[in-house]
């Protein structure tokens, strides 16, 4: 099993919540690229999670983990709920956003890189990170 520091874990987490949220108000307020519904609540989810876990490195708390996993899961799924609309046409997919920037996509690398996408692996990331700083044992 991979063996991480728990300072540096926690660290690692904080410092994809700090790009992650750079990049999504770069994107928005230099590129104009205008969030849709979706990509909102994604962004409910992200923008608290600097704050907490920098808080939570700054204090070495490792039970930032309980609150801030939830958070970074229920973010997680609503990207992936946005990456699914964004490539299907699935009706059922539509019922989250009505909002057609919640199907547009901006960039597209390799056919299937999008912000979504990136939103959900960031998610996914912070999430594992917290899962080995809150479970790994001391010893």
Same mark, same amino acid.
């Given at each position: 099993?991979?063996? $991480?520091?728990?300072?540096?874990?926690?660290?690692?987490?904080? $410092?994809?919540?700090?790009?992650?949220?750079?990049?999504?108000?770069?994107?928005?307020?230099?590129?104009?690229?205008?969030?849709?519904?979706? *990509?909102?609540?994604?962004?409910?989810?992200?923008?608290?999670?600097?704050?907490?876990?920098?808080?939570?490195?700054?204090?070495?708390?490792?039970?930032?983990? &309980?609150?801030?996993?939830? $958070?970074?899961?229920?973010?997680?799924?609503?990207?992936?709920?946005?990456?699914?609309?964004?490539?299907?046409?699935?009706?059922?997919?539509?019922?989250? *956003?009505?909002?057609?920037? *919640?199907?547009?996509?901006?960039?597209?690398?390799?056919?299937?890189?999008?912000?979504?996408?990136?939103?959900? $692996?960031?998610?996914?990331? &912070?999430?594992?990170?917290?899962?080995?700083?809150?479970?790994?044992?001391?010893?």
């Amino acid at each position: 099993m991979i063996k $991480l520091n728990k300072r540096v874990s926690l660290y690692l987490a904080w $410092l994809i919540s700090i790009i992650a949220t750079c990049s999504s108000l770069y994107f928005s307020e230099v590129f104009g690229w205008e969030p849709c519904k979706i *990509c909102w609540y994604q962004r409910i989810a992200m923008y608290p999670l600097v704050g907490l876990l920098g808080i939570a490195f700054y204090r070495n708390d490792r039970n930032i983990a &309980i609150y801030a996993i939830p $958070l970074s899961l229920s973010g997680g799924a609503v990207s992936l709920i946005n990456y699914l609309a964004q490539k299907s046409n699935k009706p059922f997919l539509n019922l989250f *956003c009505t909002d057609t920037n *919640c199907i547009k996509e901006y960039f597209n690398f390799f056919g299937f890189i999008t912000l979504p996408l990136l939103a959900f $692996l960031v998610f996914i990331s &912070i999430s594992t990170l917290l899962w080995f700083l809150y479970y790994q044992n001391d010893g």
